[in-house]
């Protein structure tokens, strides 16, 4: 219950925001630092009321995702020895509650997490070095990112 509410209410936020793209000033502190930007799973949360965060070697997968200069993205899962990687494009939002990193893959596939049907992710920018999935408002794993490079 608690899930569905928070998904109604992310949802209110979405349709009640202005939904203008970013001009290139609004990406300047994104693309201060040389590409490409790598940013690494480095938690990961269930669905369970007060159970500590998974980390490192205990993570179900390892993730990357990478951010090049020409707004494509590469995202690359480690699981059991195969690797699974597949590319997009990318661009970057900013709504009322925040700032926005929308991966769209050419398809959807199993590296998409997400509330909905479209090849789409999205990731809230909690700080410039740390993105936070919203898959988990629909009973995802929360996904938290730490950028390395």
């Given at each position: 219950?608690?899930?569905f509410?928070?998904?109604?209410?992310?949802?209110?936020?979405?349709?009640?925001?202005?939904?203008?793209?970013?001009?290139?000033?609004?990406?300047?502190?994104?693309?201060?630092?040389q590409?490409?930007?790598?940013?690494?799973?480095?938690?990961?949360?269930?669905?369970?009321?007060?159970?500590?965060?998974?980390?490192?070697?205990?993570?179900?997968?390892?993730?990357?995702i990478?951010?090049?200069?020409?707004?494509?993205?590469?995202?690359?899962?480690?699981?059991?020895?195969?690797?699974?990687?597949?590319?997009?494009?990318?661009?970057?939002?900013?709504?009322?509650?925040?700032?926005?990193?929308?991966?769209?893959?050419?398809?959807?596939?199993?590296?998409?997490?997400?509330?909905?049907?479209?090849?789409?992710?999205?990731?809230?920018?909690?700080?410039?070095?740390?993105?936070?999935?919203?898959?988990?408002?629909?009973?995802?794993?929360?996904?938290?990112y730490?950028?390395?490079?």
């Amino acid at each position: 219950m608690k899930s569905f509410l928070l998904f109604c209410a992310l949802l209110i936020c979405f349709a009640c925001s202005n939904n203008d793209k970013t001009t290139d000033e609004d990406q300047v502190s994104l693309k201060a630092d040389q590409y490409p930007q790598k940013w690494q799973l480095m938690a990961m949360t269930g669905m369970v009321a007060n159970v500590p965060p998974t980390t490192g070697d205990d993570l179900e997968y390892q993730e990357t995702i990478l951010l090049h200069s020409d707004n494509t993205f590469t995202k690359i899962r480690e699981a059991t020895g195969t690797s699974v990687e597949i590319s997009g494009g990318f661009e970057i939002e900013i709504e009322g509650d925040g700032r926005y990193l929308i991966l769209t893959y050419p398809e959807k596939n199993e590296l998409v997490g997400n509330c909905s049907i479209e090849p789409k992710e999205w990731f809230r920018f909690d700080s410039e070095t740390q993105l936070v999935g919203t898959w988990w408002a629909c009973d995802g794993p929360g996904l938290f990112y730490d950028r390395v490079e």
